[in-house]
């Protein structure tokens, strides 16, 4: 399987709304409500913000949202902070017993 | 608090073996399932294998099927991977995570630090 496509970078100032997309196909993100997204640091290991999709796992900022339309899924985080400075992954099912991450986006905030 | 510790990684040459470990602490370790996941120079995450609670299913990427080999050991509160006929492409630092346990969600709600693997000769 392909790696699910995401821009390489974003940006945005504190206090406004940013949105990864993060795009695969019929045979993973369209085909299935199983997405999960990933914030990770520089140096640390990444850390579970959203799953089937939409949902935020507990103790994760209600700042932070996810969406899917086809095959596209997106991470909108609003109310940007300085300390959501990181990189961004999506993962998604693939099938066949597989899952497929994306590349990666680096959020920078101005 | 759920900790994760690998241990095991280094630098092996092309065509050799390693095998990761992951200490499991601060949960049941024997009824989640567990996860393999690495990340190469290129900062890409990349899913490696996975085994349930009772080591099965057990399920492999393509890119180290016949290669590596995923276990547990319940009563050690341990995951392991042997890594054989390594290649230059593995190099990368491994996560062990822990899955969150929805079916086929390949959610992974806690990570240990990673353990670098270098294949170089």
């Known amino acids: 399987q392909s790696a699910l496509t995401q821009p390489a970078s974003v940006s945005g100032s504190p206090g406004q709304s940013i949105t990864i997309s993060c795009t695969g196909t019929?045979?993973?993100?369209?085909?299935?409500?199983?997405v999960s997204w990933y914030q990770q640091h520089p140096g640390k290991a990444p850390k579970f913000m959203i799953y089937?999709?939409?949902k935020r796992p507990s103790g994760v900022s209600n700042r932070f949202s996810g969406s899917k339309s086809g095959n596209t899924a997106s991470l909108t985080i609003s109310g940007l902070q300085a300390e959501d400075e990181a990189d961004y992954y999506c993962?998604?099912?693939?099938?066949?017993?597989?899952?497929?991450f994306g590349g990666g986006t680096k959020l920078t905030v101005l | 608090e759920v900790q994760l510790v690998e241990s095991g990684g280094g630098l092996v040459q092309p065509g050799g073996s390693l095998r990761l470990s992951c200490a499991a602490s601060?949960?049941?370790?024997?009824?989640?399932?567990m996860n393999w996941v690495r990340q190469g120079p290129g900062k890409k995450l990349e899913w490696v294998s996975y085994?349930?609670?009772?080591?099965?299913?057990?399920l492999y990427a393509d890119s180290v099927k016949g290669r590596f080999t995923i276990s547990r050991d319940n009563a050690k509160n341990s995951l392991y991977l042997q890594m054989n006929n390594l290649r230059a492409e593995d190099t990368a630092v491994y996560y062990c995570?822990?899955?969150?346990?929805?079916?086929?969600?390949?959610?992974?709600?806690?990570w240990g630090q990673g353990a670098l693997v270098t294949v170089s000769s």
């Open positions: 995570a822990r899955d969150l346990g929805i079916p086929w969600g390949g959610y992974l709600d806690n």
């Open positions: 993962c998604s099912y693939a099938g066949s017993s597989t899952w497929v």
């Open positions: 085994i349930s609670s009772t080591s099965s299913p057990i």
């Open positions: 601060g949960f049941t370790f024997s009824i989640y399932s």
């Open positions: 019929s045979s993973d993100v369209g085909n299935y409500n199983l």
């Open positions: 089937d999709g939409s």
